[in-house]
């Protein structure tokens, strides 16, 4: 069973930079899209950042210029570099790996604790 475990969740002051990595059990067929979602207490899961089997990457507007997602295949980590951090960026985050078209199984962490607080 393929697992995906998150760390380097934590509180920071806003302003602030953290980064989150992701080690993914097993190399997983290149088709898939790796990347990040986060839930914040009482709003719906949103997907923040997107790397596609190209290498290329996708942000949804709130992070874009602040976040980047990047991996290490040699390693089978994901990362997600979060600088300038906001209150508003507090949630759960967690990683992913999507299969385009639900053809393979699609795969989720449980999920690293964000808080950007003073």
């Known amino acids: 069973q393929v697992q995906l475990v998150e760390s380097g969740g934590g509180l920071v002051q806003p302003g602030g930079s953290l980064t989150l990595s992701c080690e993914v059990s097993e190399t997983l067929p290149g088709v898939y899209e790796m990347g990040w979602a986060r839930q914040a207490r009482g709003k719906q899961l949103e997907q923040v950042a997107t790397i596609r089997p190209s290498g290329r990457p996708q942000y949804i507007d709130t992070v874009k210029g602040r976040f980047t997602v990047s991996r290490d295949n040699a390693k089978n980590t994901l990362f997600l570099q979060m600088n300038s951090l906001e209150s508003a960026d507090t949630a759960v985050y967690y990683c992913?790996?999507?299969?385009?078209?639900?053809?393979?199984?699609?795969?989720w962490g449980r999920g690293a604790l964000v808080t950007v607080s003073s």
């Open positions: 992913n790996a999507i299969s385009p078209g639900g053809v393979l199984q699609n795969y």
